[in-house]
Structures are given as C-alpha cells and as structure tokens.
C-alpha cells in the first residue's frame, strides 16, 4: 500500500474528488485526518471509508481554511492524535461566480482567492514547522485545468489557481533543502456528483439532453471519456506517497488528454 501508516491530512471533503481523495488514502493505509467546513461532509465521508471495509484511523476536523486560527488548530489536532504529518493533500476550494470577466463582480474573485491562495497557503504553511522538525513530508496541491485552457465564465477561478500554481513552484524551490516536496495535479473534467450536476444544468438547453452534452466535451478528450473522480484521486495519492520521492514541483496534468501540453 502506497500510504501505509502515513499520516494524510485531506482539505475540503466533500461530494466528488474530495471523499474520493479521503478514500484512496485509506485504501492505500493512511492514518487519515480529514477537513471541511461541514461535519456532516465529514461523517458522510468517514461512512464511505467503513461501507468499504476499512478500518483505518479517522479523524474528523470541522475546518475552514481561510481561517489561520483553524487551520492551526487542523495541525495541531492531527500532532495530538498522530504526532506527525507526512503528506498534506490541499483540495479544499471556493469555484468562485460562474460570469464572463466583463461583468464580473470581483468580490467574487477575492473570496475564491481567499481560500484557493490563502487558505491552502495558510494550511500548508502550518504543516512545514512538523514537516522540517521530522526530516520531511509531502504537499499535494489540487490545481485545474481551466490555469491552463480557459474557460469561459471562470476567470476568477483560474486567476485564483494560476496564483497558486506560481506560489507552488517557489514553495518547492524553498522547502525541497528540508526534504518537503510540493507537486500539483491540474484535474480536468472529472466524472462525479459536481460535473454530472453541471452537465445535466447543460442539458437543460441541449437538443440531445444531458447525453450531448456529455458528448460535447469528450469529443475534445483523447482518451474519449470523462475521468472518474476516482481514478483522477490516484494521481493526487501518487504524488502524496514515496512513490513520488523524486519528485518537486511537478504539475501532472489529470484530464484524459483534453489538454497536453507541449
């Protein structure tokens, strides 16, 4: 098992890739700390980890990253229980107002950046003291495809990303001396309850239902089909793992081939 007796601390649990990241890591032998805002997110979480036969430690941190005070407290609670931290997974997002830039409201724009730079700058930032005082550790940032495709109507979003993207690469330039690695995976389309929610919302106005729509965007994904979210969470675990010790800075691009970059 990739994470066996690891200790994982995964940021915005939730329908989708965040349960699905919690998930993997305890299939793969993490002693797992989980966080969202919600505790019932939490509990729907740890449900899933037990309804799969698994009996991993769990520990369930109600946290909301923008925050200092909690994502502190998010730390100091998994030192109390673990008394270590070796990979951090930062998935905890805001998305931002759905709007063409020309109209944009950019208080919108602030409140993705609050939580999708600062808050995961804050939870990681307060990992590193544990992750340097044990020789080491790793960051998994949880980054977006539309940094590097645009996407109409999701400027905010993809400007709060490509700050983080840019902060990622000088953490790991910094903290790669004290054996921290920090690596990003940009998910693309992920087949789960948010896309599928999204895609049926586009159905609504498409000549052949949810189904063309589907078939609207994977005609432009080499591989012909939406990832599951699941499948995408491996490649977040991958590089959360010893498996990935070779690795810093890395930005895996997680989208079927839709986008490659060359």
């Known amino acids: 098992m990739l994470l066996a007796d690891k200790v994982v601390i995964v940021s915005g649990i939730g329908p989708g890739l965040g349960s699905e990241l919690a998930l993997e890591a305890a299939r793969q032998g993490a002693k797992l700390v989980i966080a969202a805002r919600t505790p019932e997110k939490l509990d729907g979480s740890e449900q899933e980890i ?28 998994t030192l109390a229980e673990f008394g270590r931290v070796d990979a951090l997974i930062n998935s905890a997002y805001n998305p931002g107002s759905f709007e063409p830039i020309e109209s944009a409201n950019l208080d919108g724009w602030r409140d993705a950046l609050d939580v999708n730079l600062f808050g995961t700058m804050q939870l990681t930032l307060a990992t590193v003291p ?33 700050a983080l993207a840019s902060a990622t690469s000088h953490l790991a330039t910094e903290l790669g001396q004290y054996g921290i690695r ?10 789960g309850p948010p ?36 499948d995408c969470a491996k490649v977040a675990i991958f590089l959360a793992s010893d498996y990935s ?18």
């Not at 799969?52 to 609670?77: F, H, M, R, W, Y």
């Not at 052949?208 to 012909?224: N, P, Q, S, W």
């Not at 070779?246 to 060359?262: C, F, I, K, R, S």
């Open 245 to 262: 010790c070779a690795m810093t800075g890395a930005q895996l691009d997680v989208n079927g081939g839709e986008y490659m970059p060359h």
């Open 182 to 191: 920090v690596n990003s995976a940009f998910m693309g389309w992920m087949w």
């Open 50 to 77: 037990r309804a799969a036969g698994l009996d991993n430690p769990v520990l369930k941190v109600p946290t909301d990253i923008s925050k200092p005070e909690q994502c502190q407290a998010l730390v100091d609670a």
């Open 130 to 162: 544990t992750m340097k005082a044990q020789g080491g550790g790793a960051i998994v940032m949880i980054n977006t495809m539309v940094t590097r495709k645009p996407l109409a109507t999701q400027g905010g979003y993809a400007a709060s990303k490509a």
């Open 195 to 230: 896309v599928e929610f999204y895609i049926n919302m586009l159905g609504e106005g498409h000549p052949d239902g949810a189904d063309g729509a589907r078939a609207d965007v994977e005609k432009h994904i080499a591989l012909g089909s939406i990832p599951e979210d699941g």
